[in-house]
């Protein structure tokens, strides 16, 4: 019984991290317009970094997380990253000026470098194959519920004055304290003999997860950043609707998440094709041309719930299948290159779909959800040329 509880506190300690790692940028997304108006005299480039700086910045340290592991045990990187999540992330409540708020968003961006990991590649160290599906499953789920959560509460505290919205980052006093009380201290990377902060070679080993994980979010931030403003000109929806489509695509995400390591155990060889598929699909809806009103709104709320699910399954899916190819090592090989992968391809989605919208679809209103189309094609014809003829890991087959 106590074996079983301990086990417990540390799902819950590894899983309350996967909670946090989400609200780097989503979190200010909905404040976005009210610090624009505050900081009116700025350029417009300035006020968008506030969103996409702390991505680069974690690309950079997950880069260098092999050397980070080999100086520091997980504890000590956990409470590191956390700490300064706290203080980078709340402490713009008190900055007023933008290009201090954007040194702060940078450390941000380094603090979840040092989470987003661990967050993954501990369940890979301490759990067996068989139960990585469901634990993934679950990391993913948490991620999404953060996001739900650090959205409704971002908007709400903006309401009140633009750096109330900052106040959100403070939930990460909870996962500091569970990482002191509950979370082995492990030195992850002794193993790992290397002197270079990135080996190469784990790259050409994990490229079908770390690519697939690239066009997945290119695939899946083409929502996000154009919805609104589609929506908005193509329906009658409000804001508000159109903000509890975008909430509600999260939370169908979240329950994809918490089934996902039913779904690997039953589909077995087809999940892998979930994915693209299911993106291809919700892009269709949404790029559905000349229709009634009514069926534009249907096919608006049918498109996102199948984005949602693409989503829901494509991150535990990689996850999973690459943490059972690396092994124990995990969280210092595959999980730092799975984590560049999603925040660049967060990162390059609208550089790449933007100019491709212009000039393969011209003013088309839903150009950039064709653009999406034509990617989930590549992403699907990557899935069938890396992964169709492999045989399943151990965890799959069961």
């Not at 317009?33 to 480039?45: E, M, P, V, Y």
């Not at 509890?244 to 087809?270: K, Q, S, W, Y």
């Not at 249907?298 to 989503?311: C, D, K």
């Amino acid at each position: 019984m106590e074996k079983t509880n301990v086990t417990k506190r540390v799902t819950a300690t590894i899983l309350s991290m996967s909670l946090l790692t989400v609200m780097a940028g989503a979190a200010i997304a909905p404040a976005l317009g009210i610090i624009k108006a505050h900081f009116s005299q700025a350029d417009a480039l300035l006020v968008q970094l506030i969103v996409s700086m702390p991505a680069l910045l974690i690309i950079i340290t997950n880069l260098f997380f092999l050397s980070i592991s080999r100086w520091l045990r997980t504890r000590a990187i956990a409470t590191t990253g956390l700490l300064l999540y706290v203080a980078a992330g709340a402490g713009c409540f008190f900055v007023d000026d933008i290009y201090v708020l954007l040194v702060m968003r940078a450390l941000l961006g380094i603090s979840v470098g040092l989470i987003m990991p661990l967050s993954t590649g501990l369940l890979a160290y301490y759990f067996p194959p068989e139960e990585q599906a469901r634990l993934m499953g679950l990391s993913a789920a948490m991620n999404q519920m953060g996001g739900v959560v650090a959205t409704l509460l971002a908007g709400l505290l903006a309401t009140i004055q633009w750096n109330y919205a900052f106040l959100v980052y403070l939930m990460g006093l909870i996962a500091v304290v569970m990482v002191w009380l509950w979370l082995p201290d492990e030195k992850l990377g002794s193993s790992n003999k290397r002197g270079i902060p990135f080996e190469p070679r784990q790259l050409l080993k994990f490229h079908p997860s770390v690519i697939g994980m690239l066009l997945l979010m290119m695939i899946f931030f083409v929502f996000p950043t154009n919805f609104a403003v589609i929506a908005s000109q193509q329906t009658a929806l409000s804001s508000e609707a159109i903000t509890m489509i975008m909430v509600g695509l999260d939370v169908v995400a979240f329950f994809v998440g918490l089934v996902f390591g039913g779904l690997m155990h039953t589909f077995r060889r087809g999940v892998k094709y979930f994915a693209p598929l299911f993106f291809l699909l919700g892009y269709l809806l949404l790029a559905c041309p000349e229709c009634s009103m009514v069926n534009c709104q249907l096919s608006i709320i049918l498109g996102s719930a199948f984005i949602g699910i693409a989503n829901g399954v494509g991150v535990p899916y990689l996850n999973t299948i690459a943490s059972i190819k690396g092994g124990k090592n995990s969280a210092t090989t595959v999980m730092p290159l799975l984590s560049a992968a999603l925040y660049l391809g967060q990162f390059v989605s609208p550089l790449v779909v933007i100019p491709l919208s212009h000039s393969l679809f011209g003013a088309d209103l839903t150009a950039p959800y064709k653009v999406a189309i034509l990617l989930c094609l590549v992403f699907l014809v990557q899935v069938f040329a890396t992964r169709h003829f492999q045989s399943l890991p151990p965890a799959e087959k069961r």
